[in-house]
């Protein structure tokens, strides 16, 4: 369990659960198609020596810039905002920033988003809707599927061509933000109710955590 966000303002208890899954070390198989190594497909050789790379000031610890400029050279362009919260998920000792063995979880993370992408995109570039919503159910991530309802508008606000496709970048930015929403939602409701009541200052607190 890794609560790396202290406790939500006006809570006197914090029962995260959510936290990054424990799979540091775990060597990735590759999927297939790139031909050079990959941030994905890198074996445990390979990740100590990307995580060098990447630890351009040679702190032993890769920084939020750090770690951007390395998922832009693995085909994933994010905003610095997004890379602080995916450093934050992955962050267990609180010093935002990735240690090897941080770094590996986050590698597991987005190694296995990006497969579940892979196997539900069937080859193609971008998801279609539906696609989208298996994929997020065999993540355990099950949204309300009303017109107006979460799924539609989560997978809306990441479509931004508009047509009803995303690619695997924004399905893996959808991911991070459902996961910090579960996280939030979890700081709050620490008795799992599955209901909780914010006033502003929460809400500000809540969205500036996503
Ligand atoms: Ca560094
Ligand atoms: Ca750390």
């Not at 060597?27 to 074996?43: C, K």
Request: charged share 15%.
């Amino acid at each position: 369990m890794a609560v790396t966000q202290g406790m939500p303002p006006g809570m006197a208890v914090a029962q995260g659960s959510y936290g990054a899954t424990p799979v540091a070390h775990a060597v990735q198989p590759g999927f297939g198609a790139p031909a050079q190594p990959s941030f994905y497909n890198a074996q445990q050789g390979a990740l100590q020596q990307w995580f060098q790379a990447v630890d351009r000031d040679r702190s032993g610890r890769v920084s939020t810039q750090e770690l951007q400029q390395a998922l832009a050279m693995g085909g994933l362009n994010f905003s610095l905002k997004l890379i602080a919260s995916l450093v934050r998920m992955h962050d267990a000792s609180n010093d935002n920033s990735l240690d090897f063995t941080e770094f590996c979880s986050l590698h597991a993370y987005l190694t296995k988003l990006q497969q579940t992408f892979s196997r539900h995109a069937a080859g193609a570039k971008e998801m279609n809707l539906q696609q989208v919503q298996r994929a997020l159910k065999e993540l355990d991530l099950e949204l309300d599927m009303q017109p107006e309802g979460a799924f539609y508008k989560t997978v809306q606000s990441f479509d931004f061509t508009h047509d009803g496709h995303i690619g695997c970048d924004a399905f893996i930015a959808m991911n991070i933000q459902l996961r910090n929403c579960h996280k939030m939602f979890n700081l709050f409701d620490p008795s799992r109710t599955g209901r909780i009541t914010l006033d502003f200052n929460q809400l500000v607190w809540t969205v500036a955590h996503l």
